[in-house]
């Protein structure tokens, strides 16, 4: 992790996985599921903490939440089947706040919310997509 990295880390307001971020835990997760029982799996995990489900397009394997109470903020999980029983998980988190950093909680959100995914769906590893190719 760069200086700059490590800094911007604490000065935003937004936190995105990515197939190949810096941070293991915010990488690309991949589950052995369909994308159907995924989208399941992710509306159940953000109601059962606290968020309210304001869009699920199973079409496009996106959920958009935002919290039932306290901050304004908005998450959207996005899935993806990139082989038969191998699906993608990414997340987008961003939290209203009137000051150029939310202190880590976007991050702390993603993070949760991919440990209680671990445990609902079989966990196959992270950053998986050149296995895939």
């Not at 998450?75 to 939310?102: E, M, Q």
Request: charged share 25%; net charge neutral; with cysteine.
């Amino acid at each position: 992790m760069s200086i700059r990295q490590f800094i911007g880390q604490f000065i935003n307001n937004h936190t995105e996985t990515a197939e190949s971020h810096y941070d293991e835990r915010l990488r690309t997760r991949y589950y052995k599921t369909s994308k159907d029982k995924a989208m399941h799996a992710v509306e159940s995990v953000l109601s059962s903490s606290g968020w309210k489900i304001k869009e699920a397009e199973t079409g496009r394997g996106e959920v958009i939440a935002e919290p039932e109470k306290g901050g304004q903020s908005l998450l959207v999980a996005t899935i993806v089947t990139v082989k038969p029983y191998r699906t993608a998980i990414d997340i987008s988190c961003s939290s209203g706040t009137s000051l150029p950093s939310d202190f880590g909680k976007s991050k702390k959100i993603v993070v949760a919310i991919y440990e209680k995914l671990d445990k609902e769906l079989p966990y196959l590893g992270t950053g998986m997509a050149d296995e895939f190719v």
